[in-house]
């Protein structure tokens, strides 16, 4: 982010930010240090779709605002919270707070919530963000997780599960209205993966606190989900083969070519996951480019392939909860699950699995409880103790699944949650789960939370598919002005995937159906219809959250 320091004379618009004109929160049980404010002008960023959750592509050019700084501790505890209030002038100050979520094992305050606080502030926002007690931008566990060998800071892991999000929403509200003179007329939450997660939370546990949410994308069973993203890296270890990235995504490839047509649109994306029942042991044998090199795709390459695809197992292959779609990538440099450590061809084979960081610190921080534990040797006997004890020991701080919203509900708020279909982190099953189980709990649920799927996008941005560019607009308009969205208009971005194409995203379960004629990249060209297996109401069986299999049936009259 380009940011021009303070000017030493701050511009008449914010004589307001200076520590001597704000005051501090007055919150039961938390001690407050003095707080710090400065001028930060000149703020610029390009970023790209989906960077600014619910927004699209952005250029930010020159943007002003006050930013507060505040640090707590909880009365009777060692933690230090840190907190950021960013405040437009008053002139362009509209009115609301946008507080913002984080991602990984971060709260928030890192590079990604910058990025939304810097989008919020553009648009007229007040924006707040805490980190939770633990640095954003060293939020790896071996930083904050054991408070002593073999043992979990507890208060530190309640205060990143659930605790901080309520104060965040307290202090940004008290600070708001210090500086402007009045309280914001409307509060939301913006957030995906991790911030999509503390969006539940707010739902759940502060269902007072924001009048709308957007949750994308979000780690709701994180006690589920963490060991889930760890295991194709456990399934290759106990194979003893590393697999080549080009192996995975030949076998991707050849699922999306399979199953692409399942939908009537050959687009590059499996719109219907369900539907597809390609077989990776098809690819065995078949030989491939691999950076300029023939090699022939592993039998541990469709092993693993067809483990993620399968979710986790025990040693009887008892399913212990979801598996990711064919389509979704499962092998790059960053936000995947099976990226292998690999010399040149001509140098030997690859010798260990990274995937997905915070799965593999997990594992050693917060369950095994000792960061020398060799990932390696984890048999299937104990990767299934350590995913029990993962959901017997933190489902109740990390996990959001709790289908209660009456007392959101009851505040009168509105909540939307997308979901990429093609998301390669947080597998879409999660969210489906919840969303049956919510309106198994509130058969009305949809008058104030709707849950819709983008086929082909990624976790959070990226992806073959579509995003939603206007999604958080749409919730604005739904809390402010009562107008429901019926659909969503997600579109790809040019610039990552070489060409535009438009598609209606439908409220779940129904589907986005080609109409047979037209433009398969105009949204026009589509309907909202039933899923592709089934006519009438649809019986989706899914993977409960203790791993069995329950019939959700769900009904389509919207």
Known sequence: MSVVSAASQQPLSFSSCAPSNLALPSISGLEFHPLQANVVQGASESLIQGLYVGHGAIEIKDVSYCNVSLSYSHTGHSDTVNVQVWLPSPDDWNNRLMAVGGGGFAAGLFYLSFWNMLGAVNDGYATVSTDAGHDGEKSEPENWALKAPGEVDMHLLEDFGYRAYGEQAD????????????????????????????????????????????????????????????????VMNELGSYPRDCEFSAITAAAVEACDLDDGVKDGIIAGPDACKFNPHTMVGKEIDCGGTTVKISDAAAVVAEAAWSGPMTQDNSSLWHGFPADVALTGPNLYTATTVCPPIEEGLCTS??????????????????????????????????????????????????????????????????????????PIGGSQDYYNSVLATDLGAREYYRYFEAPGAGHCFGGVGGHPEHVFEDLVAWVEEGRAPETLLARTDPNLVGRLSERPLCQYPLVARYDGTGDIDAAESYHCAEGYLKTGSSSKTSKSSDGTAKAATIHAEL
């Open 171 to 234: 202090i940004g509200k008290a600070i708001v209205e210090s500086f402007y003179g009045s309280p914001p007329k409307k509060s939301y939450w913006n957030g995906c993966s991790t911030g999509g997660r503390q969006g539940l939370v707010m739902a759940q546990r502060y269902p007072e606190a924001f009048d709308g949410i957007l949750a994308n994308a979000p780690g709701i069973n994180w006690a589920h989900l963490l060991p889930t993203i760890y295991w194709p890296q456990q």
């Open 353 to 426: 699995a990274t995937g997905f960081v915070p799965s593999s610190h997990w594992m050693q921080w917060f369950l095994a409880k000792h960061p020398q534990l060799d990932l390696t040797k984890v048999s299937r006997a104990d990767f299934v103790k350590m995913f029990e004890q993962s959901v017997r020991e933190y489902r109740s701080v990390l996990s959001t699944d709790n289908p209660d919203l009456s007392n959101f509900k009851k505040a009168g708020g509105r909540m939307i949650t997308v979901h990429g279909t093609s998301d390669q982190i947080v």
